[in-house]
């Protein structure tokens, strides 16, 4: 009889690593390299070290710390250990700390040297037992107390709607709410994107993006490893350092303002960017003028998507021709196994181009918001659809397009009128 497949996320990253463990996984902008063979071993350890701490099941382990390939290792030893993952802006202050871990409760804190004299007091406050520092140095309590762990660990088996991670949303309206997302949910859109965005064997990514939100701690960092593809990383984002690497990369994922960081270095030649398969952009609306700029340069058309923090991706423009054109402004169709509807208030599905709210079902959306069960069923329709917040439309072929947050309409003479709108009749 067949054992069954471990659903937790690490099991599939890691049986996506090659063959060959002492090849080289990550090339970071400081000239260190690192072997498949190191981030198993690593990630083996830091699971260990959480493991003798003797948490509860479900624990929370929250990191503010700076970009490195040993943060990265943390989060992969905590899904391998089978603990829940919460990652912080690295600009958040002690008042906005204090409320996470306040409302988290996590049972392990990781913060760099130089915060811990003030993060450690307010974990210490909120219940936490476990506070360690970790830095982009390769140096901390964390790794120090690792060094001693075996590099030797049995990922935790969990099921498909255990929980994974929580991330905490921008909080634009009210207190941050914390996006409960599974293994199942992450799992499942990282195999999507796979298959639909064409990763394939050879692939290497650039990866610029801070490592604590969506685009560059799922998106990216999943891409990769679940395609067992190289990684050329950037702890922080340099365009001109970017555009000497991109010789040696085929996929780049980036903020419109990176794109427009990197127009601006005349080394962005279609010759640099000769080995590139694919250049994809999300986080915020891409300018159809960076768009159309970045076309006519590099003889690449950007590849548009949306998604939350709720929902991982949800929308893609096509990345096979035989799909569709990439159409600038847009943000293409719902993925695979991904239900998009445009309704009115009224709840009725809008007709072809009228503006209305975008709702999304599939198992990529998580499953609610950390100890908010009545906010939770707010945002859910009867029939289980997540209510996003955001305002679009749909066109005739099936684009969809973006059109701003519903707290953002203005009623004007009765109209509903949309900043977005506006800017689009100013440019």
């Not at 409302?103 to 915060?115: F, G, H, I, K, L």
């Not at 209510?387 to 009623?411: A, E, W």
Request: hydrophobic residues 40%.
């Amino acid at each position: 009889m067949k054992t069954k497949a471990n659903p937790n996320l690490f099991a599939a990253l890691r049986a996506a690593f090659p063959a060959d463990l002492d090849g080289i996984a990550v090339e970071t902008d400081n000239g260190l390299f690192y072997s498949w063979k190191d981030l198993d071993r690593a990630s083996a350890m830091i699971a260990n070290l959480l493991d003798a701490l003797g948490l509860e099941e479900g624990a929370r382990i929250a990191v503010q710390v700076e970009k490195s390939v040993e943060a990265m290792m943390l989060y992969l030893a905590t899904l391998r250990a089978g603990y829940v993952f919460l990652p912080l802006n690295t600009a958040y202050q002690s008042a906005e700390i204090e409320y996470f871990i306040g409302n988290a409760e996590p049972a392990v804190v990781v913060c760099t040297s130089r915060n811990a004299s003030w993060v450690g007091p307010i974990a210490n406050a909120a219940g936490t037992r476990h506070v360690f520092t970790l830095d982009d140095d390769r140096t901390g309590t964390l790794l120090e107390v690792a060094a001693q762990c075996s590099d030797r660990h049995a990922v935790a088996h969990k099921n498909t709607d255990d929980l994974a991670a929580i991330l905490y949303t921008s909080g634009t309206t009210g207190r941050s709410k914390g996006a409960m997302l599974t293994h199942g949910n992450l799992l499942s859109n990282a195999e999507v994107l796979k298959d639909y965005w064409g990763w394939t064997k050879g692939d290497v990514l650039i990866h610029a993006l801070p490592i604590f939100h969506v685009h560059g701690l799922f998106v990216a960092l999943h891409g990769a490893l679940l395609n067992g593809s190289k990684m050329i990383w950037f702890s922080k984002f340099d365009p001109k350092r970017v555009v000497e690497k991109l010789p040696e990369a085929t996929v780049f994922m980036g903020v419109p303002t990176l794109y427009v960081r990197l127009l601006a270095e005349p080394g962005l030649t279609r010759e640099a960017v000769r080995n590139m398969r694919l250049f994809v952009a999300g986080s915020a609306p891409l300018l159809i003028e960076t768009f159309d700029e970045w076309r006519e340069r590099t003889g690449h058309t950007i590849l548009e998507r949306y998604g939350m923090s709720e929902t991982v991706m949800l929308t893609s423009n096509p990345y096979s021709p035989a799909q569709g054109e990439r159409r600038g402004g847009t943000v293409g169709f719902a993925l695979p196994g991904v239900q998009l509807r445009v309704r009115d208030d009224s709840g009725r599905d809008c007709t072809t181009d009228e503006i209305g709210n975008i709702q999304v079902s599939g198992p990529n959306v998580f499953v609610g918001y950390w100890r908010m069960p009545e906010k939770t069923k707010e945002e859910f329709t009867a029939d289980g659809f997540f209510k996003t917040g955001d305002v679009g439309k749909i066109d005739g072929r099936g684009y969809i397009t973006i059109v701003g947050r519903s707290k953002d309409l203005i009623i004007s003479g009765g109209y509903n009128v949309y900043p977005a709108e506006i800017e689009g009749y100013i440019n």
